[in-house]
């Protein structure tokens, strides 16, 4: 059950406290009259409002806004709360006059917060925003600002990280300006980040705004922006830097030092070929493990080492449905197809997004008076604009501890029958389940198609959950009997394709085939979007260079089928050409530099047909054609500049 969609706000609606910052785009402030997730049993969140500058407002796609605003709607009731608890995405649109201004989200946790600590012996500074740029110096500059932090620190925030980015490139999000000054951390309770500056992120190939980097955390030149590999290449420079106690190096000896292998992944991460670069789950496996072998050291910390107590439930297997792309549509059926022209941009995005009850929800037209007994107030806890710039406000307090948790020691589980197969599997071991959507029934089997495959082993834990971040997850199911769970991955007819995700790229037989992922070479297909549940492969006619669509099996019915929106890679920038448009030839090669004034060439004319220079007349022509999909090919015609 959802509710309908965020609703936009009107400006005149909001009643405004103190500005809280300011910086190129516009000014933050607090609202004292909304909160967001007011039916949470914590009584919800308070909100602030970003306003965008009057210079800044022309070049903000109002579309785009309102498709992040609707992100959590899209996903699961748990998946829309982890968003708003690791980022402050936006929550609703903010219009003035018919127009969009500005949007509100969620203030900024108070843990996330520190008391910087002056120059002056004993005299303490007001508190402020917990940004990484301040662990990327010396250990003596750190401690003498108030903060304490260990190596096992570094690994586990950077940890925390990776899986963060994981879990959002899983949702369509790519960050883009991912750099310390947009990231948060803590170390009240455990080591973790929190992302703002959102409404900079790239959502299901759309961005707010004109794509922009920090000083010295751009990606390699020419390399396309708020992608995942570059999200991938900006988290090993956080990673280098961090442990270098340096704000611009590129040298992972120093990681290097506290793990050979976390240096080897900076070095693969950092190179200049995207494709190439590992994913955040592995830095996040490698991170995790790393983090093992080191001391907690000697800050003192709350108490660990706690184990969740299960709250009973049955002792046989259950499965876990793995996470999924849009709500469900009509069956689908296998099969692949051509799209349309690309279009220029991303579309409109569809209006009616539903909405997570307990997410978004607002509370108009409230007295200060109902709330003020309720908390501490915002302000005492709030910098003052003269601090760097402040994208969010705060005074929402630290959450409680889960009562779940228990520091009690696990009970040792009872020797593994060889009968059971969740008690003997091993990493690799395949299953056919034949048991329905509450309850596993495992038989082994060959890895063959229609099979689940083993992909980890969480002992000591029925935590369904502990599968959610591992690549190609689609299933978990567990033993309270042996407190195990086992993160099944299917094989589908349709291939490894099945798992790609957005910013892959995949390649087979214009038939039923299966299609592998490789690298995105030539005459490869680049995956736009998933989604899941549907066969209407019109969802994929807004993405731009959507040229090509496939539907690919998934387990136990159409529901968990996948539709992949694919791009053509073509040799270079004329395959996606336009009548008119302006390029810059160098050789052969043909590039979009986005200018006129910096191109030398323009296209004239566009057919379908390969090797056909007569259609260009007295025009110079380039093309290119592929045998495996020869209605992809094309002949493009140009003149000088």
């Not at 590999?229 to 900006?234: E, G, I, L, Q």
Request: net charge neutral; glycine share 10%; proline share 8%.
């Amino acid at each position: 059950m959802s509710a309908g969609p965020a609703t936009p706000v009107e400006f005149a609606a909001l009643t405004l406290g103190a500005e809280l910052g300011r910086g190129g785009q516009g000014s933050v402030h607090q609202v004292r009259n909304k909160r967001i997730n007011e039916s949470a049993a914590d009584g919800g969140w308070e909100v602030v409002y970003k306003e965008y500058a009057p210079a800044v407002l022309p070049q903000v796609d109002s579309a785009a806004l309102a498709a992040a605003a609707a992100l959590p709607g899209r996903l699961t009731g748990e998946q829309g709360r982890w968003l708003c608890e690791k980022t402050a995405w936006p929550a609703t649109v903010v219009r003035r006059g018919g127009q969009t201004c500005g949007f509100l989200m969620r203030a900024v946790p108070d843990r996330f917060h520190f008391t910087l600590r002056t120059l002056a012996a004993g005299n303490q500074g007001s508190p402020r925003l917990a940004t990484l740029e301040y662990l990327l110096n010396e250990d003596a500059y750190v401690a003498g600002i108030g903060l304490t932090v260990a190596d096992r620190d570094r690994l586990l925030l950077l940890a925390d990280l990776a899986t963060t980015l994981d879990r959002l490139h899983r949702f369509g999000v790519t960050v883009g300006d991912l750099s310390p000054k947009n990231l948060l951390f803590t170390l009240t309770t455990k080591p973790e980040c929190f992302l703002i500056d959102c409404d900079s992120a790239r959502t299901d190939g759309a961005t707010v705004l004109p794509q922009a980097e920090t000083p010295d955390w751009h990606v390699p030149t020419g390399e396309e922006r708020a992608t995942r590999h570059s999200d991938t290449y900006k988290l090993a420079l956080l990673a280098v830097r961090l442990f270098a106690r340096d704000q611009n190096t590129t040298d992972p000896a120093a990681l290097a030092a506290i793990d050979p292998a976390l240096g080897a992944l900076a070095r693969a991460s950092l190179g200049t070929d995207p494709a190439a670069r590992p994913t955040p789950a592995a830095w996040a496996e490698h991170l995790a493990s790393a983090s093992g072998s080191l001391r907690p050291g000697n800050r003192p910390r709350a108490s660990g080492g706690a184990t969740r107590n299960p709250s009973g439930g049955p002792a046989t297997p259950r499965p876990s449905v793995g996470n999924g792309g849009a709500s469900a549509g009509p069956a689908a059926t296998g099969g692949t197809g051509t799209g349309g022209a690309a279009a220029a941009g991303v579309g409109k995005v569809l209006a009616a997004v539903a909405v997570a009850v307990a997410l978004l929800l607002f509370v108009a037209h409230r007295d200060d008076s109902d709330r003020a007994d309720a908390r501490s107030p915002a302000a005492s806890h709030l910098p003052t604009a003269s601090q760097p710039p402040y994208p969010l406000g705060s005074s929402v307090r630290t959450a409680q501890p889960d009562p779940t948790l228990s520091s009690a020691r696990p009970t040792t589980p009872p020797t593994p029958s060889p009968t059971d197969p969740i008690a003997t599997a091993g990493v690799g071991d395949c299953f056919f389940d034949t048991g329905t959507s509450g309850q596993a029934d495992l038989n082994p089997t060959t890895c063959t198609s229609g099979a689940f495959k083993v992909v980890r082993i969480n002992e000591g834990s029925t935590d369904l959950g502990g599968c959610t971040n591992v690549p190609g997850n689609d299933e978990s199911v567990s033993s309270k009997r042996y407190s195990r769970v086992l993160c099944l991955s299917y094989q589908s007819p349709g291939g490894d394709s099945y798992h790609a995700q957005q910013g892959d790229c995949v390649f087979g037989p214009s038939g039923a085939d299966p299609w592998s992922v490789l690298s995105c070479r030539i005459a490869a297909f680049k995956v736009l979007t998933v989604y899941s549940g549907t066969s209407d492969h019109s969802k994929c006619d807004n993405w731009p260079h959507y040229n090509h669509w496939r539907t690919v099996p998934g387990p136990k019915g159409a529901d968990r089928d996948v539709l992949q929106c694919l791009s053509m890679v073509f040799p270079d920038d004329a395959g996606y050409a336009t009548v008119r448009q302006c390029l810059s030839k160098s050789g052969s090669t043909f590039t979009n530099v986005g200018s006129c004034e910096r191109s030398n060439v323009y296209v004239t004319g566009r057919t379908d047909t390969p090797n056909n220079p007569a259609f260009c007349g007295q025009d110079a022509s380039t093309y290119w054609r592929s045998n495996e999909f020869p209605d992809l090919g094309y002949t493009v015609c140009w003149r000088w500049r």
